[in-house]
């Protein structure tokens, strides 16, 4: 399905979505309960006063699940990933922020300028798609994805999505 996806990726099918939302059915999925997994700490910090974005929801939890799933398996024997939302208000369009950060093993140097690469990957399993995907997502939702990593101390990736309606690119249009 990932390479399909990178083939030929589906059109965003716009409507209003909550991203705090997403986040929560994302951290859901990721985290089975202090039971099973205990030394996996999740911490949520999500605005309330979120505004909703304007895009797939199925694409944006999409993205959030890969981020959430990449921060969680690079926690070898625990650690934490703390998922922070919020909305910046400038005098131009608003943007809402959702940073997930680890305490997992973060990105070697000589890989950093490659994680955006398809099929480019370290895990031995995995198709090397997923954040090649994930931004293409965001960028057809007229956001932007960046990562800040230091090796050994963790990961952090921040999304930024527009709150008013996305603008396909022509050829999206067809």
Request: proline share 10%; hydrophobic share 35%.
């Given at each position: 399905?990932?390479?399909?996806?990178?083939?030929?990726?589906?059109?965003?099918k716009?409507?209003?979505?909550?991203?705090?939302?997403?986040?929560?059915?994302?951290?859901?999925?990721?985290?089975?309960?202090?039971?099973?997994?205990p030394?996996?700490?999740i911490?949520?910090?999500?605005?309330?006063?979120?505004?909703?974005?304007?895009?797939?929801?199925?694409q944006?939890r999409?993205?959030?699940?890969?981020?959430?799933?990449?921060?969680?398996q690079?926690?070898?024997?625990?650690?934490?990933?703390?998922?922070?939302?919020?909305?910046?208000?400038?005098?131009?369009?608003?943007?809402?922020?959702?940073?997930?950060?680890?305490?997992?093993?973060?990105?070697?140097?000589?890989?950093?300028?490659?994680?955006?690469?398809?099929?480019?990957?370290?895990?031995?399993?995995?198709?090397?798609?997923?954040?090649?995907?994930?931004?293409?997502?965001?960028?057809?939702?007229?956001?932007?994805?960046?990562?800040?990593?230091?090796?050994?101390?963790?990961?952090?990736?921040?999304?930024?999505?527009?709150?008013?309606?996305?603008?396909?690119?022509?050829?999206?249009?067809?």
């Open positions: 399905r990932d390479l399909l996806d990178f083939a030929r990726p589906p059109l965003p716009p409507v209003e979505c909550d991203v705090n939302q997403a986040v929560r059915s994302v951290l859901k999925l990721i985290h089975p309960g202090p039971a099973k997994a030394a996996l700490e911490l949520e910090e999500l605005d309330p006063r979120l505004p909703g974005v304007w895009g797939d929801p199925h944006i999409q993205v959030l699940l890969n981020i959430c799933l990449n921060a969680s690079s926690i070898a024997t625990g650690g934490r990933i703390a998922v922070k939302t919020w909305v910046e208000e400038t005098s131009g369009p608003s943007r809402v922020h959702v940073a997930v950060t680890d305490t997992g093993a973060g990105i070697p140097p000589e890989h950093f300028g490659r994680i955006f690469e398809p099929f480019f990957t370290t895990k031995h399993h995995g198709t090397g798609l997923g954040l090649s995907i994930s931004k293409s997502i965001v960028e057809r939702h007229g956001g932007s994805i960046r990562i800040g990593s230091r090796e050994g101390e963790g990961t952090r990736v921040e999304i930024e999505l527009p709150v008013g309606p996305i603008h396909p690119e022509p050829e999206q249009l067809s």
